[in-house]
C-alpha cells in the first residue's frame, strides 16, 4: 500500500478534500516529490461500487451530513437540509460531475472593471489575468482529457438529446454549437477508455471514461510514494503557532478519534462550503474571527451560478438517458452584452436526468403532483433538457455561517448556506427560459415547461481571491493573505462565478498552485 | 418493524383468513399480489391506494407497485396516515356528502388534494411514492419508455444514442 507518514512529521503539506482542487494539487506535489497528507472526509470507492442507479448512488456517495438551507428561494422548503449536492469520498465531486470542461473567458476575470459598480453585488477583479491561466488551462485540459485541441481526441458524436436542442437552436440563429469540451474520453486515453455512452455520468463513470480524481490523480499520486491518503478522516480545526503560521491540521479518524498531523503547509481544498466552514472553526486567541478572516470575507460571496431547467416534450421519443448527461453546449449567450438587461452571460447545456430524478426534479414543491405532471412522467422518452449556466453576481450577505447550537456529528456547529438571488440574477435567469423555450418552439415542441432549481452542484466564492487583503482571502497564488503558508485550493477561492462550469479552472488554478508551492520551498520560503 | 405493528398485521392476517378479505369489493386475484400488510387490511388499502393513484395516476400501472413503496411509510407512521385518511374523508364528505375514495370524479378528487397538499399527511405520501414508484425498475420500460442501467451493455455505444431522425417538423 501507499507511503504512511507519522503524525508528527511537519516536514508534509497537509491537504484538505481530495475533490478537483485537492486531488489535483496532490498528485502535481507529488509528481515534483513534495511529500503530502491528504485528509478526505468521506470513504474510499473502486470502480465496481458505481452503479448505474441515481437513487442509490446519491445515497451511496453525496454529502448527506447535516446543512441548513436559508435564504429567501424555494429550495429552503424542498431541500431545507440539502442546499448543494456534492461528494463525500475520496475524489470528491468528481465522482458526480459530468465532465463539461469549459475555460472562463478573459473578460470575466475582469467583470467589475467590465461594468463598474452594481448595487447589491460585491463586484470584484480576479487578482489573475485570463493570459497567466491560459498555459495552465491547456495543462488541465491535456492532464484531465477534454476533448478538443489540447488533447487531440475529437468531441463526440451528438447525442440525441442535443440533436433536438441544437436544431431548434439553428432555427433562432444560436451557432455556437459544440458537443463539447468534456473530460470524458472519445478515444482511450491516459489509460482510460472511451466513453459508451451509458448516461450515467452523474453518478459517477463506471467505466472510468470521464475524469475523476477518484481513479486519476489519487492513486497516481500514492504510486508516487509521495503521497498518504487518508479516507474518514474529517479535518476539524488547523491550528497555528504564536507567529501565526499553520502547523497542524487536527482531524477526526474512522472511529471518532482525534489525531493531530503536523503540517509544513495546509491547503484547503473541501469545496465552497467545507472550507470556509473549517476556517471560521479554526478561530484562536490570534485569529478571533477564523483563521484568514481579517477581512472579514471568510465565508461570504457564496456564488451557484444563475440557473434554471427547462424540459420540452417533442412529437416523437427522444431517448434522452442515452449518451453522456451534458452531451452538447451552446455559448451564443456567453458574451458580455447589457442590452439584453443583464451583466454577465450564460452557457445553454442540454440535459437530461434519468426517470427516477426527473419524477423528483420536475417540481419537487408540494404542487409536484396530479393528473398533468404524471402524464409529463408517462412521455418520459419523448422529453428533452437545458440546463442554464450563467454568471451568479456576488453578494456579501451570501455565504456559511456557523449554527449557534446545532452541533453534527463530530461535534461541529452545523452550516448555514445562505443564499439569494442579485435581480441580475433573476433577469439572466428569465432570459435563459425564454432563449430555451424557443429553441424548443422552434423544433416544434408540444409543450416546454420550467423546472425549478435543484441543489446547487456549482459551489464557489467563499474565500475568494483578492489583489489587497481587505477585499478577500487569498491572492492570486491561492495564498490566505493573513497566513503565508495556508492555502486555498478548490472553488471557493473564486472571485467571480463567470458563465461556464467551475472544475477546469479549479484544475488550472491548483497545477498552478503546485508550481507556486514548489518554487517557494525550493527557495527556502515555506 | 416495531414489535406493535408486527403483532397487529398478525391479528389482521387472521381476520383476513376468516373472510374479511371477500367482504371487500376487491378482486381478489389482482390482490394476492398486494403486499401482506395491504391483504391483511384490505380497507386500509383501498382507502390509501385510491390517493396514491389520484397524486400520480398512472392507469396502466397495477396497484401493488403503489402499495409496496407506501409499506414502510405506513410501518414508521401509521398513525399519521390513518388520521390524515380519515381528515379526507371528513372533507370528501362535507363536499360530496361520501367518502372520498366514493367520489367518482377524478377532478374533484383531485381539488379536495389540493386543498391538503401542503399539509404533513399529504407530503409524506406524495414524497415516498414520487421516490418509490418511479423507481421501480420494472415500471421503467413499459410505461415510460425508461432504459435505466445500461453499462451491462456497454451503454448505449451503437445502441441509439445518436440515431435520432427529426421527421416531425
Ligand atoms: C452532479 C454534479 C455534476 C457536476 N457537473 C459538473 C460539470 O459538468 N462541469 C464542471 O465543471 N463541474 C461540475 N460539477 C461541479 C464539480 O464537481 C465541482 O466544481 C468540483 O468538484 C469542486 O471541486 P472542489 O475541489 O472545490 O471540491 P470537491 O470536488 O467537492 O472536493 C471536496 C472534498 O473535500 C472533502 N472534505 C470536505 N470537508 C472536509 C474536511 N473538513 N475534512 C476532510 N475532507 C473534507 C469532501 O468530502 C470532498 O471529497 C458537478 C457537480 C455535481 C455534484
Ligand atoms: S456516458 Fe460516458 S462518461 Fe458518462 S457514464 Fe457513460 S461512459 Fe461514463
Redesign the interface.
Known sequence: MSTRFEHDDDGVVVIIGSGAGGGTLAHALARKGIKSVVLEAGKRYALEDIENDEWAMFEKISWLDERITAGPRQLTETFPNLPAWIVKGVGGSTIHWAGVALRFQPHEFRLHSEVGEIAGANLLDWPISYEELEPYYVQAERHMGVTGEASGMPLHDWNNNFMVLAEGARRVGYEKLRAGPMAINTRPYDDRPQCMQAGFCMQGCRFGAKWSTMYTDIPRAEATGYCEVRPNAMALTIEHDERGRVNAVVYADAEGKLQRQRARAVCVAGNSIESPRLLLNSHSALFPDGLANSSGQVGRNYMTHATACVFAEMPKPVNMHRGTTFAGIISDEARLDRSRGFVGGYTLEVMSLGLPFFAKFMDPANGGWGRDYAAILEKYDHLSGVWICGEDLPMEENGITLHDSRKDQYGLPVPIVYKGDHPNDEALRRHGQQQARSCYDAVGAVRVFDVPDFPTSHNVGTNRMSARPEDGVVNQWGQAHDIDNLFVSDGSQFTSSGAENPTLTIVALALRQADHIAERMSRGEL | MPLAIGTTLSRRRFLTLTGALAAGSLALSASTLWPRWARAEPELATRLLRLGR?????EAIADRYYLAPLTPLLEEQRELIAAGLDDLDRRARAAHGRDYAAVDS?AER?AL??QI??GEF??AV?NTL??G???TPEL?QA?????????EQ????G??????V????
Open positions: 389520484d397524486i400520480y395516476p398512472h377524478a383531485e388534494l389540493r397538499e401542503d399529504f407530503q406524495r414520487v421516490v414508484l418511479y423507481d421503467w410505461h415510460f419508455g425508461y432504459e435505466g442501467s445500461s453499462w456497454g451503454g448505449y455505444v445502441r441509439g444514442y445518436n440515431d435520432l427529426i421527421d416531425w417538423l
